[in-house]
């Protein structure tokens, strides 16, 4: 059953669906309100042709709570890609881990496609709420209730047309503000980076000046801001520009990675405009794409980050047929999460540990410590050697609950693989780890949820909701306490 089930986290889903769950065991909790949102890759085959995992189009499904019952809605981002490649049944577009079958359409392809598959949020406040589908280079706005694509999502003209988007923009607890980044591609020199903040009415009301980064393009994941700096980091790898023009392999396999290089923690001012601060990370620190937390103590910075020390061969994340086509043999690193203390002034990393000896990705915190001080991180890790490509997490078989000032780990598996989490806090918390924890686990016969007490992980579900519908592995998870989809 097993290497079924691992294929089939890349096989597409290209129903979408809107129905009352009824398969409950356990109970709902009762006070549990919103939405358990996910983005994963609806369509990875489109005639005869395959896309990567992440190249795939994106298809957002949510499981609504309300009352102690539930209801479940899918919908497929209709992007100007989608609608051109679902009627004309073939993949269009190059991307950035997927090349064209035919090796000579991908010589100066560089106009890469976006399916608008990595993550999914809500934001905005009365009629100014939506749920965004984020992926960088931009995103799509969906309607809160039907998941009806509206067009492109641009931040109130914060991100112009040609500029890319952070693709999974977080929520700062102390203002209640969006925090994200734009990035200006800068052809022949370095990318520039800019972090913005967006209030409840998608106001633009704080951001940086433009920052030059160190390479172009230059690859930047997730951030968080704190009281008085955003933070991100700049991965090691350069692309072998000509590579990737020439098109023999993937645009993703001629990023390389510069002997003795190691990742970067870029700090920008939150406030008065001073210049980007470049903080070397420790090596073998190479990749650093996902943010746990980060926070100030003090004159030093805490910041928490799930590292790795090799390549991550993505273009090998693929339906089979894709995978056997490129010549990767690189085995996935642990994907290990890191606690490092920096000295912003100095520029320098003066402390770093690891939080746990598992691999673990991607991170979830609460909402409520989100830029501050806290002690509970969540994440999918790895159970067992069950399934043959445990370094990619959409082949994790656990959930865990790290304490990152003592270490205690607490997991719980259930047989079959999981999604990546949501923290979602009872209404009347009364500690931070005070909620539950959100899953999707991946059966044979379909996608459910489990939700867990976040104290108490290791008992297993007080609630298993089962959909019966198919879904591929999801990208990103989020909790939407504002939303709910219509049935
Ligand atoms: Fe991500």
Redesign the pocket.
Known sequence: MSSVLNESVYESQPEEHAFRVTNVSGTVPADLSGAFLRSSPGLTKLGDHYLNYFDGHALISGMSFRDGAATFRSRFVRTPLYEEETAKKAVVKRRIFTNHPSRWSNLFALDFGNGAM??VYAWGEGDALRIVAGNDPGHFALDPRTLETKGPERWNGAAPKGHEMG??PSRDAATGHLVGWVKKPGGLKPDQLKFVELDGQFRVVNETPFHALAASPAVV??QRATTNWFVATEQAVRLAAGQAIWGATTAFEAFKLPPGATATLLLAPRHGGGPLIRVPLPAPVVIA??VINAYEDGDTLIVDLVTYDGRIPFETFAPKPLRERVSTKDATPDARPMRLRVDPKAGRVVESRLLGERSCE?PEVADSVMGQRYRYAYFPTKASDAFPEQGFFGHFDAVCRIDVESGETRAWSPGCLVSSVSFVARPSAASEDDGWLLTWLHRPGGSAVAVLDAQRIEAGPVATLDTGVHLPAA??VRWAAGVQLQP
Do not use: A
């Open positions: 990595h993550d693709p999974m994941h997730d794409f996902h991607p990208s990103h």
